[in-house]
């Protein structure tokens, strides 16, 4: 494993070079000084993970290790690994960007990334953790005819980890461009070449310790911002409220606003805006957020990694605790960055009330609250996490991926279970490559585009996809592989269809005229994943064929299997 | 696993007592979190004004201990399903597995 350690001291070549070449080609975007504690911290940050990949690569002989770490994983870490994989930096750079710009409306947002985690403790975990091995298709086809359901769980799991992947490819991007220095291209090829070099070489047991120190990094620095912010405020929420209240109706004053409207713009922090405009948007993004959580494959994955069902409910309620925590401080941060970072004449354009730089550049509040409560080490801190985060939330993706492939394509659909362990590591290291690079080049073909609806659109096709195929063939004895596989199908397709024509997509991305969006509503969950269930439902019962009677008799073992964990597979898997 | 020992358990009461208890408590929560998350998102959509109401002469609107209490909720339904399930269901599942597998 020396190669890891020559691709080590590449990366830093390249991030070096790198950045000698922008130095002499700063845009308009990327006035940041060359920031040497961030690059500094995020190469300690690399050189640890890559010491951990090769530890870790040690240990991954097996398909099983490379899929779910020898299922070794206890559930304090998983929970923790789990956060660190779905706290991503669209929900720290994002939200807390939200919330600076529109203040109450990032809670309602962040809300519905919460709640779908008890809902998925209560009616999936254990049964996720007593019947499955390595992929969601375990699950789910656990009593199905394999090929036509894990076709069709490869193809939920790909266009979800696409969309998804893209978002973080395009935000690490920017986001690197913008701390770093580089040029946008080398800080996406620097994501894709660590990316692939974890889950390479490390696999899951490497992938689930990048989380967890990401995890760890992330909540010490956002605790320790929020903690500052409200030590200013001699821990007062109604002096930080007020405050930024302040701010706002002073920068809409400055707009040219009669007291009484500016009054009102600056209370408008406090109060839910047009984040939800109409109900049915609401009711259907609400969906998206909380079912879509429990039909994320990466996230799935990581159910197949503790060694009991205990440890699976474990895993949960400790990532719930730590999610819950990530987005309350976030508000926090968000608000910091209204009284912070918005009045200092060096970070914002303080008579406007944005921060200075063009486009793109209110994702820098939270690095920026960070810069102005500890000054360039902070600053530089929370860089690196920023750019770790990533890392570890597109090494979940590209290994998610990579296993539906291998495990579920490659093993199953086209080698019939006949494949050894051997070949399919093989077959997943060659898509892990596969999906690395596509992952760079989409993301540097996206660039310029507004990302914001694709982790949007990635829960959606979760929602309307995976998880009502999942549910239904846990929960339902009538459920059939047709059913399954057509209902699944159409709610893949309904809710990708649905969100082209959606204004997010048609007006926004496209360049239609405002108001012709044929679907008028922010999210197609609601109708998509009522299709989707629907689908599932119609096509089960009108199944009379004599493998549907046969699947139908086969609930009986699933469901004492799922329900007491009989028979399911141990921690070893060696 | 073999279809007697599927069927033993099916027909043993504890079994029936296990299925019972956990899906009427997963449900129960389940169908409280939905009601808690989307009567928020209702309040929201039908009553902005609601949730914009200042508390007492500040500018904290009742919508932030509101926001900040479906989180805490979020968490503390978790908590306590899981406790009640690592105590109660992982006792019962041991036992049914140990009474039908010898």
């Given at each position: 494993m020396n190669s890891l350690f020559k691709i080590s001291g590449a990366l830093i070549l390249l991030l070096a070079g790198g950045l000698a070449y922008a130095a002499g080609d700063i845009g308009q975007m990327d006035k940041?000084?060359?920031n040497w504690v961030a690059i500094a911290l995020f190469s300690a940050f690399v050189v640890i993970t890559l010491w951990i990949t090769k530890w870790a690569a040690a240990r991954t002989k097996s398909a099983a290790d490379f899929y779910n770490?020898?299922?070794?994983?206890?559930g304090f870490q998983n929970g923790l690994a789990i956060a660190g994989d779905y706290m991503s930096a669209a929900s720290f750079l994002g939200i807390s960007a939200m919330v600076m710009g529109v203040g109450y409306d990032g809670i309602i947002y962040s809300i519905g990334f919460l709640v779908g985690w008890p809902v998925i403790t209560f009616l999936m975990a254990e049964r996720l953790r007593n019947l499955g091995?390595?992929?969601?298709a375990d699950v789910a086809g656990y009593r199905f005819k394999q090929g036509p359901i894990r076709t069709f769980a490869a193809s939920g799991t790909l266009v979800t980890v696409a969309f998804y992947l893209i978002a973080q490819m395009v935000g690490a991007g920017q986001l690197i461009k913008l701390l770093f220095g580089l040029d946008y291209w080398i800080a996406v090829v620097i994501v894709g070449a660590l990316m692939m070099v974890y889950v390479l070489f490390g696999g899951m047991t490497a992938t689930t310790w990048v989380q967890i120190i990401k995890a760890c990094m992330l909540l010490g620095g956002v605790s320790f911002m929020a903690f500052t912010i409200m030590a200013h405020y001699g821990f007062s929420l109604e002096a930080l409220f007020a405050d930024a209240v302040k701010v706002k109706t002073a920068v809409a004053s400055a707009a040219g606003k009669s007291p009484e409207e500016a009054a009102k713009i600056g209370g408008s922090v406090m109060r839910p805006g047009g984040f939800i405009s109409d109900p049915i948007s609401a009711i259907s993004f609400g969906m998206a957020l909380m079912f879509g959580t429990a039909g994320l494959p990466h996230i799935l994955m990581r159910f197949f990694t503790v060694p009991s069902a205990k440890e699976a409910r474990k895993s949960v309620l400790w990532a719930t605790t730590w999610i819950g925590y990530f987005y309350i401080l976030i508000f926090i941060i968000g608000f910091g960055a209204i009284t912070m970072v918005l009045t200092n004449p060096e970070m914002a354009d303080v008579a406007k009330g944005v921060i200075k730089g063009?486009?793109?550049?209110?994702?820098?509040a939270a690095v920026l609250v960070a810069k102005s409560v500890g000054g360039n080490i902070l600053f530089g801190f929370i860089s690196a996490v920023a750019f770790a985060t990533i890392l570890a939330v597109v090494a979940g993706l590209t290994l998610s991926g990579a296993s539906a492939v291998s495990h579920d394509l490659y093993a199953t659909v086209f080698k019939h279970g006949k494949a050894d362990s051997k070949s399919e590591l093989r077959v997943s290291r060659i898509t892990t490559i596969c999906l690395g690079i596509v992952a760079v080049v989409l993301g540097i073909a996206f660039e310029k585009q507004n990302i914001a609806f694709m982790v949007a659109l990635a829960f959606a096709v979760a929602a309307s996809a995976n998880f009502p195929v999942l549910f239904m063939s846990v929960l339902w004895k009538n459920c059939t592989t047709r059913g399954a596989v057509i209902g699944g199908f159409l709610g893949l397709i309904s809710s990708v269809g649905l969100t082209i024509v959606s204004p997010a997509v048609w007006v926004s991305v496209l360049g239609h005229p405002a108001g012709s969006a044929w679907f008028p509503y922010a999210s197609p969950a609601l109708f998509s994943m009522t299709i989707g269930f629907v689908g599932v439902w119609f096509f089960s019962i009108t199944d009379t064929s004599a493998q549907a009677a046969k699947e139908r008799e086969l609930f009986a073992i699933q469901q004492v299997r799922s329900e007491t964990g009989l028979g399911a597979s141990g921690a070893s898997g060696h | 696993m073999t279809d007697p020992m599927v069927a033993r358990i099916q027909a043993n009461p504890k079994y029936k007592e296990l299925r019972k208890r956990r899906n009427k408590l997963g449900w129960t929560l389940s169908i409280l979190m939905l009601i808690v998350y989307y009567g928020y998102i209702s309040l929201i959509a039908w009553d902005k004004a609601f949730l914009s109401i200042p508390i007492g002469k500040g500018v904290t609107t009742i919508g932030v201990p509101i926001g900040f209490g479906v989180i805490i909720f979020t968490i503390l339904i978790t908590l306590y399903y899981v406790n009640h399930a690592n105590k109660e269901f992982d006792g019962l599942t041991a036992e049914i597995l140990k009474e039908e597998s010898k």
């Open positions: 940041q000084e060359t770490a020898g299922g070794g994983i206890t091995k390595f992929t969601f063009g486009a793109g550049t209110a994702n820098m | -």
